[in-house]
């Protein structure tokens, strides 16, 4: 089964990636698969060029060179509303949702996002309201939120803002999930539930996962990139990683 999937065609691609801001080169020619069913974690220290990627992957930021395939076509600099209706949805390192509205709210705006393109504008007014709410509580369920639907977004612990979000992103149907350390904050109990809800996110999507958390990483992932300094010092199953000297020297210190 492991040996299938990691098989199997990727859905997106980064050739040769490169981004620079100024005289700074934050993603420096970086190449990567990102395959169905595959939990890929991508680690690095602090200024790695993590969350540039991620920018770059979903549109956020314009490549200065270098491809990004999804499904074998090239997107490289396509805007992030392109990204989402392809089928690339993304969570915020730094949180995002609109704290005075509900959660339902909240939900409901991002499955509004992608309407416009599916056969919802098709339908009349009263039906694709429906169709959007079902949507949303559809994320909400998923993400084990269900309940807190009518709750203020702003009022929920951090942990559960996460996993609103996580709901959020799942709302636009996406087929590949960018997750930046989507675990930032969360005491172990919401870490654990999560853990699982990746897992299973993992088996029907293709999810890039950053995290600092090593354990974690560790414990979860399929496939692991490692990137310093912008480029990518490592790839491989977390095993041979963790045991990969140049690995243990640069960034993992004690921990292998
Ligand atoms: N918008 C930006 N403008 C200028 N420099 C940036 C910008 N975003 C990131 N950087 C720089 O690019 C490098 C990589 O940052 P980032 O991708 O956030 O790393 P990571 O997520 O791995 O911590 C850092 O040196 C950071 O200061
Ligand atoms: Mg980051």
């Not at 930046?180 to 996962?209: I, Q």
């Amino acid at each position: 089964m492991a040996e299938l999937r990691v098989a199997s065609a990727p859905l997106l691609e980064a050739k040769g990636l490169v981004r620079n801001f100024g005289g700074l080169a934050a993603v420096r020619d970086v190449s990567l698969s990102l395959r169905p069913g595959t939990l890929h974690a991508v680690i690095g220290p602090n200024g790695a060029g993590k969350s540039t990627l991620v920018n770059l992957l979903s549109g956020h930021l314009v490549p200065t060179s270098g491809k990004i395939l999804f499904e074998g076509r090239d997107v490289a600099g396509e805007p992030p509303w392109r990204m989402t209706q392809l089928g690339i949805g993304r969570s915020f390192q730094r949180t995002n949702l609109l704290t005075s509205l509900t959660v339902l709210e909240n939900v409901r705006l991002a499955a509004q996002a992608v309407s416009a393109v599916s056969g919802l504008r098709m339908l009349r007014p009263a039906s694709r309201e429906k169709q959007l709410i079902v949507a949303a509580f559809e994320a909400l369920e998923r993400v084990g939120l269900a309940g807190a639907a009518h709750r203020q977004s702003g009022l929920l612990s951090h942990g559960e803002q996460r996993q609103l979000e996580i709901a959020m992103t799942l709302a636009t149907r996406p087929r590949v999930l960018l997750l930046d350390e989507p675990l930032a904050g969360m005491g172990p109990e919401e870490s654990e539930r999560f853990t699982h809800l990746l897992k299973d996110l993992a088996h029907e999507h293709a999810v890039l996962l950053i995290e600092h958390d090593m354990d974690f990483v560790f414990a979860v992932a399929d496939w692991m990139t490692v990137m310093v300094d912008g480029t990518v010092l490592a790839e491989g199953h977390p095993a041979d990683v963790r045991a990969n000297p140049e690995v243990q020297r640069a960034y993992l210190g004690g921990h292998a």
